[in-house]
T-cell receptor, first 117, second 109 residues
Framework: GAVVSQHPSWVICKSGTSVKIECRSL??????MFWYRQFPKQSLMLMAT?????????EQGVEKDKFLINHASLTLSTLTVTSAHPEDSSFYIC?????????????FGPGTRLTVT | DAKTTQPTSMDCAEGRAANLPCNHS???????VYWYRQIHSQGPQYIIH???NNETNEMASLIITEDRKSSTLILPHATLRDTAVYYC??????????FGAGTRLTVKP
């Protein structure tokens, strides 16, 4: 299957700083990538859809100025959490859509655990 | 709005088949049924998907009812490593994957 990687796998930062998370499709080109957030004991919540070469589409309630998404190439999307606060501590997961004839499967990265102190 | 309904939790004996049900009574004609699972602290893993025919791969089988309002994921010989949260999602080619609460499957020795 298609492989999606994320870096870093975990990060600890101080309140007020910014953190960048990378999502890469390793063996395919992804015109569309997605960013999810998951709090403990909860399901994944879609944050935004990232399209290569265009602006991301954010879900209702997600602050676009706080969660900056850049999808500059067909294999890389980045999520920057700006001015992070403890409530931003969460498990961030990206996925990439694999276009195949008839269906669009999504493959997920291993996730990045962010802890803001 | 949740488009699928799954039991909150299920247990299965190791070596036995695990049958995970999913109701999707409002599924549209162009929507596929996808199954993913998430093992603790990892990203979701793709299992299988289908439109209306039953599907089988090396991981599982997917049985979709004729009216497409429900489906069952079958793990033929569950192992302890199959313990995870299993998500049933309906989506068409233009939409993203939106996760419900899923079913927490516990495989017991």
């Amino acid at each position: 299957g298609a492989v999606v990687s994320q870096h870093p796998s975990w990060v600890i930062c101080k309140s007020g700083t910014s953190v960048k998370i990378e999502c890469r499709s390793l063996d395919f080109q992804a015109t569309t990538m997605f960013w999810y957030r998951q709090f403990p004991k909860q399901s994944l919540m879609l944050m935004a859809t990232s399209n290569e070469g265009s602006k991301a589409t954010y879900e209702q309630g997600v602050e676009k100025d706080k969660f900056l998404i850049n999808h500059a190439s067909l294999t890389l999307s980045t999520l920057t959490v700006t001015s992070a606060h403890p409530e931003d501590s969460s498990f961030y997961i990206c996925s990439a859509r694999v276009p195949r004839t008839g269906t669009y499967e999504q493959y997920f990265g291993p996730g990045t655990r962010l802890t803001v102190t | 709005d949740a488009k699928t309904t799954q039991p909150t939790s299920m247990d299965c004996a190791e070596g036995r088949a695990a049958n995970l049900p999913c109701n999707h009574s409002t599924i549209s004609g162009n929507e596929y049924v996808y199954w993913y699972r998430q093992i603790h602290s990892q990203g979701p893993q793709y299992i299988i998907h289908g439109l209306k025919n039953n599907e089988t791969n090396e991981m599982a089988s997917l049985i979709i009812t004729e009216d497409r309002k429900s489906s069952t994921l079958i793990l033929p010989h569950a192992t302890l490593r199959d313990t995870a949260v299993y998500y049933c999602i309906v989506s068409n080619n233009n939409n993203d994957m939106r996760f419900g609460a899923g079913t927490r499957l516990t495989v017991k020795p």
